[in-house]
């Protein structure tokens, strides 16, 4: 069965300092992969995702994933964090089927310090 | 793009009484609609799925069930809720051939 995890519950970072969120992810064949994120009351809304090709991908926010094959990883980055990135983030796999049922990981909740 | 309404955004209920909570769909015709739950420190899980009207999976066994009595409307029900049904509920609905998926507000349902 598919599982997600997101190693890190909570990070803090300073504003303008790096970030990246960590995301491993267990399948036998190669999986949709993707980063949502949530701000307090709201829903998710999707930040990137990985299909196939160039493993490095560019999403909104100033965003980006690199997928791994060889670490079974999707790390999330973001070179500068602002205080409006504050939310919590997940990771999620989705089968290769024409419908998407994805499998969540747990979430990382995102501080950031002023 | 398509946008989900999801209702109630808060809901208190008492151990054993019943749930119905909605979610439509606008923007779209014949979306992939979905119910996911998170619990309190637990990521979100997929309850169900509907392809079409009518149709509804279920992805693991509970005391919830689903219905979609119409094309974008996605019904979530219980009769009789218990403790462990707390949580914040989210539908969603997909679209396009790599389905990108859509989610409401969320509902956040508390047990007591």
């Known amino acids: 069965a598919q599982s997600v995890t997101q190693p890190d519950i909570h990070i803090t970072v300073s504003e303008g300092a790096s970030l990246e969120l960590r995301c491993n992810y267990s399948?036998?064949?190669?999986?949709?992969l993707f980063w949502y994120v949530q701000s307090p009351g709201q829903g998710l809304q999707l930040l990137l995702k990985y299909f196939s090709g160039d493993t490095l991908v560019q999403g909104i926010k100033g965003f980006e994933a690199e997928f791994k094959r060889s670490q079974s990883s999707f790390n999330l980055r973001k070179p500068s964090v602002h205080c409006s990135d504050a939310a919590e983030y997940f990771c999620a796999v989705a089968m290769n089927t024409g419908f998407q049922k994805l499998v969540f990981g747990t979430g990382t909740r995102l501080l950031v310090s002023p | 793009s398509q946008t989900i309404h999801q209702w109630p955004a808060t809901l208190v209920q008492p151990v054993g009484s019943p749930l119905s909570l909605e979610c439509t769909v606008e923007?779209?015709?014949?979306?992939?609609l979905y119910w996911y739950r998170q619990a309190a420190g637990r990521g979100l899980q997929l309850l169900f799925y509907s392809v079409g009207i009518g149709q509804i999976s279920s992805e693991v066994p509970q005391n919830l069930s689903a219905s979609r009595p119409q094309d974008r409307q996605f019904i979530l029900s219980s009769k009789k809720l218990l403790l462990s049904d707390s949580g914040f509920y989210l539908c969603?609905?997909?679209?396009?051939?790599?389905?990108?998926?859509?989610f409401g507000s969320g509902t956040q349902l508390s047990v007591l």
């Open positions: 969603a609905s997909g679209e396009g051939e790599h389905e990108k998926l859509f």
């Open positions: 399948y036998g064949a190669t999986p949709y």
């Open positions: 923007g779209t015709s014949n979306p992939n």
